[in-house]
């Protein structure tokens, strides 16, 4: 067995001071939609070995200190070259010392859709009939191009100090355009959503909310300049909220044990994580990686961390930073692994009464993409309405001008909650004092 193998290796070596290896099986399928035919299928299979390794060496001193290497194996390839090959890169560094991952219980977090796992193939054809069938069932526009893609991932953590862990996760991810047109006028809207099960991908509501967006952006018209209360819903708050694979959220950025201790991070233990007065509701957040069937949810992390649902926040204080094995040790505070979902706890006000006149209200963003260690953020507006005089005029374009963090120090959050993949909270925020620089 080739995982057998690479451990054997790694333990004869004498120079490495830790490592840990995961075994990542995949299985999945893919199919793609045109209009209502459908274009291409096929199934995705995978399996790799990815190699973490810890190498001793001197720091510029002579003091001890660790480098770190990294390579991926194939089945079939050469174990020795590749280890040497990821050594020597870990000798070139010469980090404080620090070690890898203890053996500790894992929770049992649910991560699997059995549907998925059964047969992915079936699942991806049953939800691509579905979406084919509401967009049919919609007046005034014409699905142009579905996608659906999933797949199901069994990983095997080993590492030198005796870690020895199983889970399995699947994930259906799925994008689709929807396309409107009156005389020379046409719009296009495009969606996109991850889940861990199918039962969690609404499609038709989904499909209903945005062929309505499609079709009134066939009367949106230059945005408005505007400060005052911004309200922002369902998959728009959930773009500001959830973190990406390209870009760390704030939240996470500026509560993490590395930024810390590279002294990015202003924020401290028990102080306001704002800069100024706190108007709005309360925040509270947690790093929640054991959020069921969460997007980024796991039974370990990869360095073979436990889920934890940790309080970062409480009531606007600091109440702790999340930490990897590396960042814990220089720190001396106990690891809690990778960041996980976000987690807001409800709000005070029903979601009706967060929509009083006027407002205006943020659809869908290009990219909500704020910069990480301030929270600044001038961020290009896809579609949203101008809400007043009992009138919603929607419009398209203009930025969203603010700070992140201020943001959060002035808002409501609705009382009722949903959950995102990424995020896990109320489903309606109303900011309210930001700016929107519309037509000149």
């Given at each position: 067995?080739?995982?057998?193998?690479?451990?054997?290796?790694?333990?004869?070596?004498?120079?490495?001071?830790?490592?840990?290896?995961?075994?990542?099986?995949?299985?999945?399928?893919?199919?793609?939609?045109?209009?209502?035919?459908?274009?291409?299928?096929?199934?995705?299979?995978?399996?790799?070995?990815?190699?973490?390794?810890?190498?001793?060496?001197?720091n510029?001193?002579?003091?001890?200190?660790?480098?770190?290497?990294?390579?991926?194996?194939?089945?079939?390839?050469?174990?020795?070259?590749?280890?040497?090959?990821?050594?020597?890169m870990?000798?070139?560094?010469?980090?404080?010392?620090?070690?890898?991952?203890?053996?500790?219980?894992v929770?049992?977090?649910?991560?699997?859709?059995?549907?998925?796992?059964?047969?992915?193939?079936?699942?991806?054809?049953?939800?691509?009939e579905?979406?084919?069938?509401?967009?049919?069932?919609e007046?005034?526009?014409?699905?142009?191009?579905?996608?659906?893609?999933?797949?199901?991932?069994?990983?095997?953590?080993?590492?030198?100090?005796?870690?020895?862990?199983?889970?399995?996760?699947?994930?259906?991810?799925?994008?689709?355009?929807?396309r409107?047109?009156r005389?020379?006028?046409?719009?296009?809207?495009?969606?996109?959503?991850?889940?861990?099960?199918?039962?969690?991908?609404?499609?038709?509501?989904?499909?209903?909310?945005?062929?309505?967006?499609t079709?009134?952006?066939?009367?949106?018209?230059?945005?408005?300049t505007?400060?005052?209360?911004?309200?922002?819903?369902?998959?728009?708050?959930?773009?500001?909220?959830?973190?990406?694979?390209i870009?760390?959220?704030?939240?996470?950025?500026?509560?993490?044990?590395?930024?810390?201790?590279a002294?990015?991070?202003?924020?401290?233990?028990?102080?306001?994580?704002?800069?100024?007065?706190?108007?709005?509701?309360?925040?509270?957040?947690?790093?929640?990686?054991?959020?069921?069937?969460?997007?980024?949810?796991?039974?370990?992390?990869?360095?073979?961390?436990?889920?934890?649902?940790?309080?970062?926040?409480?009531?606007?204080?600091l109440?702790?930073?999340?930490?990897?094995?590396?960042?814990?040790?220089?720190?001396?505070?106990?690891p809690?692994?990778?960041?996980?979902?976000?987690?807001?706890?409800?709000?005070?006000?029903?979601?009706?009464?967060?929509?009083?006149?006027?407002?205006?209200?943020?659809?869908?963003?290009?990219?909500?993409?704020?910069?990480?260690?301030?929270?600044?953020?001038?961020?290009?507006?896809?579609?949203?309405?101008?809400?007043?005089?009992?009138?919603?005029?929607?419009?398209?374009?203009?930025?969203?001008?603010?700070?992140l963090?201020?943001?959060?120090?002035?808002?409501?959050w609705?009382?009722?909650?949903?959950?995102?993949?990424?995020?896990?909270?109320?489903?309606?925020a109303?900011?309210?004092?930001l700016?929107?620089?519309?037509a000149?």
């Amino acid at each position: 067995m080739m995982l057998e193998k690479i451990k054997q290796t790694l333990a004869q070596r004498t120079d490495l001071a830790g490592w840990t290896v995961r075994h990542i099986v995949t299985r999945g399928a893919q199919m793609y939609g045109v209009l209502r035919q459908t274009e291409a299928r096929r199934s995705v299979d995978g399996e790799i070995y990815r190699v973490s390794v810890l190498r001793n060496t001197k720091n510029a001193e002579g003091g001890p200190a660790v480098g770190s290497g990294e390579l991926t194996l194939l089945p079939g390839d050469d174990i020795a070259a590749g280890v040497e090959k990821a050594a020597m890169m870990a000798g070139l560094m010469a980090n404080q010392v620090h070690g890898v991952a203890a053996p500790a219980s894992v929770p049992d977090v649910p991560i699997l859709d059995p549907d998925l796992e059964r047969n992915p193939a079936g699942a991806v054809g049953r939800l691509l009939e579905r979406i084919q069938a509401a967009a049919a069932l919609e007046n005034g526009v014409q699905l142009t191009a579905a996608e659906c893609l999933c797949e199901v991932e069994t990983v095997h953590l080993v590492n030198s100090r005796g870690i020895d862990a199983t889970q399995t996760g699947s994930r259906i991810d799925v994008e689709l355009t929807l396309r409107s047109h009156r005389g020379d006028r046409e719009a296009e809207t495009f969606t996109e959503t991850s889940r861990r099960r199918l039962s969690d991908i609404d499609v038709e509501s989904a499909i209903a909310v945005r062929a309505r967006h499609t079709v009134d952006l066939l009367e949106a018209g230059a945005p408005p300049t505007w400060t005052g209360p911004v309200v922002v819903r369902w998959k728009g708050l959930e773009s500001i909220m959830a973190d990406t694979p390209i870009a760390a959220g704030v939240i996470q950025t500026l509560g993490s044990a590395g930024m810390k201790y590279a002294k990015i991070s202003p924020w401290e233990i028990g102080k306001s994580v704002f800069r100024g007065e706190a108007k709005g509701d309360p925040l509270t957040v947690w790093a929640n990686r054991a959020a069921p069937y969460g997007l980024y949810a796991n039974r370990f992390d990869d360095e073979g961390l436990p889920a934890k649902r940790l309080e970062l926040i409480h009531e606007n204080k600091l109440a702790a930073f999340w930490a990897s094995q590396r960042y814990a040790e220089y720190l001396s505070i106990a690891p809690t692994g990778a960041f996980g979902s976000l987690e807001i706890p409800p709000g005070r006000r029903p979601a009706a009464a967060l929509l009083a006149e006027p407002h205006v209200e943020v659809i869908q963003f290009s990219w909500f993409n704020p910069e990480p260690f301030t929270g600044d953020f001038a961020c290009e507006i896809r579609f949203g309405y101008l809400v007043e005089n009992g009138q919603r005029k929607p419009f398209k374009g203009g930025q969203l001008i603010g700070n992140l963090l201020d943001a959060f120090a002035n808002v409501q959050w609705s009382s009722e909650t949903g959950s995102f993949g990424n995020y896990v909270g109320p489903h309606t925020a109303r900011f309210n004092e930001l700016k929107v620089a519309g037509a000149v």
